[in-house]
């Protein structure tokens, strides 16, 4: 779940660029670290974004959830600070650093003020080079971690996160939760996080981006110092995931008044050359606004829910089509039957030519919306950079979204929505409603 | 998603940080009392234009929880020139989001949109305002969504029961006790003719608040706001809302909740507080500090200190204030013990901190790296126009005015050590508190 969030926004971010008023400049370091960087000095600050890939695909067998936990550690210490010093060090500067994972990518945002710059980033590069995982600060995060995980094992969301993720991925650590198992989490040790560190820590997979107060010879000189001393290559990334499920109805039996459903089927990847035509498919479809078909019949017309979505997941490992819905138990088959047949009336009779020009307008003019402060576009950009995207790409987007023709994309529905492959994964207690096998 | 806003549940005491700088505000009014506010920022060609409504969930009458909820999704439903969800449409064939969300104190719509598409947002925004058309069908289908909506966001979810309950034991008197969804029950019995009532009463020019954001200058907001706005009639029968008040309250309340959806307990404790009233905001200033003393940082709060680092007793502790609001307001302590720590124990333990902070005051180096982190909070604030517009809506329909909100960023930096302990003594006071425990079937302390 939290998973298919993380990578819709990065998608999201990524597909709707066009003719944005900024202006993108490639920096390479003295060092010879690459930075995306847009300067922006009307406030006195600088936003800036590092992507590690891999992330918590990098968790050694046995040990899932390691990658999330010394994810967690980062901050907890560094250098001649215990983590106590580290966050008064941090809070007198007023500055942030937020270390955050996914199953693609280890994130660190941080945000610093013009004025004391240089302090902010000495403090932030002893945490990427010299972490200090004190056994105290193990033990205090993995508790809360714990206590995040026993709560997840009633969270019918999670659940069906779970469930839907195991029978679609499997083995693969897109299969199971990144945050690990008690069990697991349990058994970490501290050479364990060592490792974990040393694995997704480093400079061969980092992504940078950086916009607010700051030129490009300051950022230079920035790079090397804060990423200079971070070893040059970490542990080989997975292979891919596939998607296994085959169409079909899991129940997962839960005492709550609502079912909660995640259904999908496998996708498309960005590199494919009928992509664009799915974005436009899913933004018709589930798309994130109140006019997308399954608002319409599921939640406009029928009541039977509070929101309905889909997604299109391109994450670094699988291509998914996924959709997610909650309604009240005895209107649960009412539900499924009508995303049923929502994906076959895709799928056989395509889209009208006037949804398809609605879908492009709202997408081509929601393009700046998107590049509306430092932080947010620090991160349109480093996610644009681990899609393999030129900074060109933000001026030629919404031509390759209205280049699109109904003949192209009615093609392209028949071929992508199959509907008796879908699988249901269902949290709850649905009326009507059996596994089917 | 035509969401929801608790007013309590903003738990990180994010209302309390500062606003913009007087200079790139501009404030006037129409001639039919609608007042406007506009926030200039020309770093991206986006708008964010809000109206928000001087009413929410605590301005409904008797027996209609949820009216102002319910109203907020049909107004979505039509006018006389637009069909059901065409308003939406338009907004997104414009490229533009659009939404809703309804509070205790407020009720507001907004979309964003390209700059040069907010004369047709004000349009459809001044339609709507006066001239809402719903079909009966489409009144009962919405009916069922809102009954969703609660399915979803509190039936489902034990922590949001668990906080509808401790609202509910701690307002006595003041409707803040009822939640905005509203209570099942009533919701079920609510009618087009409710919502048409509500939305006569209180949707008018002279009891809304334009708020615009973004790439435009104040002249031509105004140029717009006067055609579009200028023309509707305000109602000459707004009433002040006063609504029922706390008494004084003399017994503590305890409270212990169990589902079986639960698998971590948590304990929160929560108390009335003051809350920032026109010229007078120094009591609140005070608590956003005590807030963040007490248990804003894990590592670096009284709490975070003594429960999570010092001792093991704690994976999580929090306090949280939230400072604008029209009405009393609350001060509330989270606990999420550790596994093995009972809750009667972890509470002991928050006890015993806070009576240790009442004793030997704050640490003068954390009370300084709070007003810095305060007085940077400004500089950031600058970066998301739609926060700041949100911070002025949500201010003028609190009751306080546009130099309160100008003013908030200094009283802020006003804040004493010693105004911090004069409000802590008077609120931290466990007559005025409601104490809940959040716990598993057969859990500690269940019947």
Not at chain 1, 102 to 111: E, I, M, P, R, T
Not at chain 2, 80 to 98: H, W, Y
Not at chain 2, 203 to 212: E, G, M, Q, S, W
């Amino acid at each position: 779940m939290i998973r298919f969030v993380a990578t819709l926004t990065i998608l999201f971010f990524a597909a709707l660029p066009a003719r944005a008023e900024i202006d993108i400049q490639e920096v390479t370091s003295p060092g010879g670290l690459d930075a995306w960087l847009v300067e922006e000095p009307t406030i006195p600050f600088v936003a800036l974004e590092l992507r590690f890939r891999g992330g918590a695909s990098l968790d050694a067998p046995g040990k899932r959830g390691v990658v999330n936990l010394m994810t967690a550690l980062i901050e907890e210490g560094a250098g001649d600070l215990d983590a106590r010093g580290f966050a008064q060090a941090r809070e007198s500067l007023a500055a942030s650093f937020r270390f955050d994972v996914g199953d693609d990518a280890l994130s660190v945002s941080a945000k610093f003020l013009t004025e004391n710059q240089g302090e902010a980033l000495a403090l932030l590069r002893d945490a990427l080079v010299d972490p200090r995982f004190d056994e105290t600060a193990i033990e205090r995060v993995r508790g809360q971690v714990l206590a995040h995980l026993k709560s997840r094992e009633t969270d019918p969301n999670a659940l069906a996160g779970q469930a839907f993720d195991a029978l679609a991925y499997g083995d693969h650590p897109y299969g199971s939760y990144y945050g690990g198992t008690a069990e697991s989490v349990s058994a970490l040790t501290r050479d364990d996080i060592l490792e974990a560190f040393a694995n997704t820590v480093a400079r061969d997979r980092v992504f940078v981006s950086a916009v607010g107060d700051i030129t490009a010879a300051e950022l230079g000189t920035l790079l090397d110092d804060l990423l200079g001393e971070v070893p040059e290559t970490g542990a080989p990334l997975p292979d891919s995931a596939g998607f296994n499920a085959t169409g079909g109805i899991t129940v997962v039996p839960f005492e709550t008044p609502q079912s909660v459903m995640q259904f999908g089927h496998s996708g498309i990847g960005i590199d494919h050359p009928d992509f664009f035509a799915a974005f436009i498919l899913n933004t018709i479809l589930g798309g994130s606004g109140f006019n997308s078909r399954l608002m319409e019949e599921v939640r406009e017309k029928r009541g039977l829910t509070y929101g309905i979505r889909t997604y299109l997941i391109d994450s670094d490992y699988t291509e998914t089509i996924l959709g997610m819905v909650s309604t009240v138990n005895p209107r649960a088959s009412e539900t499924l039957e009508v995303v049923r047949a929502e994906w076959a009336r895709l799928a056989n009779e395509g889209v009208t030519q006037d949804e398809l020009d609605a879908a492009k307008l709202y997408l081509t003019g929601a393009y700046p919306l998107r590049f509306d402060g430092n932080g947010p576009i620090a991160r349109i950009l480093v996610s644009m950079q681990m899609d393999g995207y030129e900074t060109s790409y933000v001026k030629t987007r919404n031509d390759k979204i209205n280049a699109v023709t109904l003949e192209e994309i009615n093609r392209v529905a028949s071929e992508l929505y199959r509907p008796d492959d879908l699988r249901f994964v269902i949290v709850g207690e649905p009326e009507g409603i059996a596994s089917s096998d | 998603m035509r969401a929801l806003l608790f007013s309590l549940t903003a738990l990180l005491g994010l209302s309390a940080a500062p606003a913009l700088s007087a200079g790139q505000v501009t404030t006037f009014a129409l001639d039919n009392g609608m007042d406007v506010v506009v926030i200039e920022d020309n770093r991206a060609p986006v708008v964010v234009h809000m109206v928000w409504y001087r009413t929410g969930a605590a301005d409904e009458p008797p027996s209609k929880s949820g009216i102002a909820h319910f109203l907020e999704h049909l107004m979505f439903k039509g006018t006389d020139d637009l069909g059901p969800g065409e308003l939406s449409r338009i907004v997104e064939a414009n490229g533009g989001s659009d939404n809703a969300f309804t509070s205790q104190d407020y009720t507001a719509y907004f979309q964003r949109v390209a700059a040069d598409r907010l004369g047709l947002m004000m349009e459809m925004e001044a339609d709507r305002m006066r001239d809402l058309v719903l079909a009966p069908d489409d009144v009962a289908t919405e009916r069922e969504v809102i009954l969703e909506e609660r399915a979803t966001r509190t039936d489902s979810e034990p922590s949001a029961l668990f906080r509808e309950e401790l609202r509910a034991a701690l307002f006595r008197n003041h409707p803040y006790g009822t939640p905005v969804i509203g209570w099942r029950a009533e919701m079920e019995g609510l009618t087009r003719e409710d919502a048409l009532a509500f939305y006569e009463r209180f949707y008018a020019p002279n009891n809304a608040i334009l708020v615009v954001a973004g790439d435009v200058a104040p002249e031509k907001v105004r140029a717009l706001a006067e055609t579009h706005y200028g023309p509707l009639e305000p109602s000459v029968d707004l009433v002040a809302r006063t609504r029922p008040q706390e008494p004084p309250s003399r017994a503590e309340r305890r409270m212990v909740m169990e589902d079986a959806r639960v698998s971590q307990p948590s304990l929160v404790r929560s108390y009335l507080a003051p809350e920032r009233n026109a010229g007078a905001q120094d009591e609140a200033a005070a608590l956003v500090f005590l807030a963040d003393l007490l248990g804003g940082s894990g590592a670096t709060s009284v709490l975070g200190n003594a429960l999570q680092f010092d001792n093991s007793i704690a994976v999580y502790t929090g306090a949280s204030y939230s400072a604008t609001s029209l009405d009393t307001s609350t001060f509330s302590f989270v606990v999420v013990p550790r596994d093995g720590v009972t809750l009667a124990e972890a509470e002991a333990a928050l006890d015993a901190e806070i009576a240790r902070f009442m004793e030997t005051g704050p640490d003068p180096e954390q009370f300084k790296r709070i007003k810095m982190q305060i007085r940077a909070s400004e500089i950031y604030a600058l970066d998301d126009v739609s926060d700041l517009a949100d911070r002025y809506g949500r201010a003028l329909t609190s009751g306080l005015t546009i130099e309160d909100v100008q003013a908030w960023p200094d009283v802020l930096q006003a804040v004493t050590m010693d105004d911090v302990m004069a409000v802590a003594e008077k609120v931290l006071d466990r007559r005025a508190a409601v104490t809940g425990w959040l716990v598993p079937e057969g859990g500690e302390g269940s019947k």
